[in-house]
């Protein structure tokens, strides 16, 4: 072999040598992307994992105040029967609209009848005052449920979407 033709040899090698210490630049460049990526996608998988805890118990939570909105609702429907029973019974009259309060004659002349109406009308006010505060509690308690219910389906939706993230991050490792 001549000089000029190991000349040229060696100019080809070191081309190759510069073309693969490229490459190997790449390979490793490729290589330290792919590393961040699955460090990121591991990340997001324990973020991802804690997202599906929080959204269980919470889950978990939402249940349990819905099993006590129901007993309470069923403690006032009860109470509401009971007095609706009680008034249909005659334990508690209704309300004369045209003398709401007894007059001081009755008073003087029948002291029962007048103590008797004075009580019953003092029975039926209590009466009504649970019934208001009963519809008002259990208008306050549907909000309360609607607003629960409104939560739960905003995190079933967080956790399809984290669910569908995580079976990403698992087909790509």
Same mark, same amino acid.
Request: charged share 35%; proline share 3%.
């Given at each position: 072999?001549?000089?000029?033709? !190991? $000349?040229? +040899?060696?100019?080809?090698?070191? #081309?190759?040598?510069?073309? &693969?210490?490229?490459? =190997?630049?790449?390979?490793?460049?490729?290589?330290?992307?792919?590393?961040?990526?699955?460090?990121?996608?591991?990340?997001?998988?324990?973020?991802?994992?804690?997202?599906?805890?929080?959204?269980?118990?919470?889950?978990?939570?939402?249940?349990?105040?819905?099993?006590?909105?129901?007993?309470?609702?069923?403690?006032?429907? !009860? $109470?509401? +029967?009971?007095?609706?029973?009680? #008034?249909?019974?005659?334990? &508690?009259?209704?309300? =004369?609209?045209?003398?709401?309060?007894?007059?001081?004659?009755?008073?003087?002349?029948?002291?029962?009848?007048?103590?008797?109406?004075?009580?019953?009308?003092?029975?039926?006010?209590?009466?009504?005052?649970?019934?208001?505060?009963?519809?008002?509690?259990?208008?306050?308690?549907?909000?309360?449920?609607?607003?629960?219910?409104? $939560?739960?389906?905003?995190?079933?939706?967080?956790?399809?979407?984290?669910?569908?993230?995580?079976?990403?991050?698992?087909?790509?490792?």
């Amino acid at each position: 072999m001549t000089q000029s033709q !190991l $000349e040229t +040899r060696v100019q080809a090698s070191e #081309k190759e040598i510069k073309e &693969l210490r490229v490459m =190997l630049e790449e390979r490793t460049r490729d290589v330290s992307l792919i590393k961040v990526d699955k460090n990121n996608l591991e990340m997001q998988k324990r973020e991802a994992d804690m997202k599906i805890m929080e959204l269980t118990n919470s889950l978990k939570n939402e249940t349990a105040f819905q099993q006590i909105v129901s007993q309470r609702n069923q403690e006032l429907e !009860l $109470e509401v +029967r009971q007095i609706h029973r009680d #008034k249909t019974l005659g334990l &508690l009259s209704p309300r =004369l609209p045209n003398n709401p309060q007894p007059s001081r004659d009755l008073e003087v002349v029948y002291p029962d009848l007048a103590a008797e109406r004075s009580l019953q009308q003092k029975v039926d006010n209590i009466a009504v005052d649970k019934i208001r505060t009963l519809h008002s509690k259990k208008a306050q308690l549907e909000i309360e449920l609607e607003k629960e219910r409104h $939560e739960r389906v905003k995190d079933h939706a967080e956790l399809a979407r984290l669910k569908a993230k995580l079976a990403v991050y698992r087909s790509v490792k």
